[in-house]
């Protein structure tokens, strides 16, 4: 079993930062795959950013590239996913996944295995 939790959400203006945080229990000793999507009121889940278990492979969706930045603290299952510029587009809710099993597409969210409760991040213009 793999715990995920998420924490870093909240309310903030056009043009603010957010810095969300993801943190998984993984079997003893393992490196997992990360990633982040969100989902918005009455749409599907999509894909925001995302990094290989190394490290060694960021990922990004294009909405967010050049605001966003994942980051992973090394030799851990924590990442970090800094906002920046944010957009009221961005509001939603953020989910952190975590792939046990690969290899994985990690663009997609059928490629995970666990994932956190969610934490919301609304953006007021």
């Known amino acids: 079993q793999v715990h995920v939790v998420e924490s870093g959400g909240g309310m903030v203006q056009a043009g603010d930062s957010l810095r969300l945080s993801c943190a998984a229990s993984g079997p003893p000793g393992s490196r997992l795959a990360m990633g982040w999507f969100r989902q918005a009121l009455g749409k599907e889940r999509e894909f925001v950013a995302a990094?290989?278990?190394?490290?060694?492979?960021?990922y990004y969706a294009d909405s967010v590239k050049g605001r966003f930045t994942l980051s992973r603290e090394n030799d851990k299952n924590t990442v970090y996913l800094q906002m920046n510029s944010l957009k009221r587009e961005d509001t939603a809710v953020y989910y952190c996944g975590v792939v046990l099993y690969g290899p994985p597409n990690l663009v997609v969210p059928q490629s995970y295995d666990y994932w956190g409760q969610g934490t919301q991040v609304t953006v007021s213009s």
């Open positions: 990094v290989t278990w190394s490290g060694d492979k960021t």
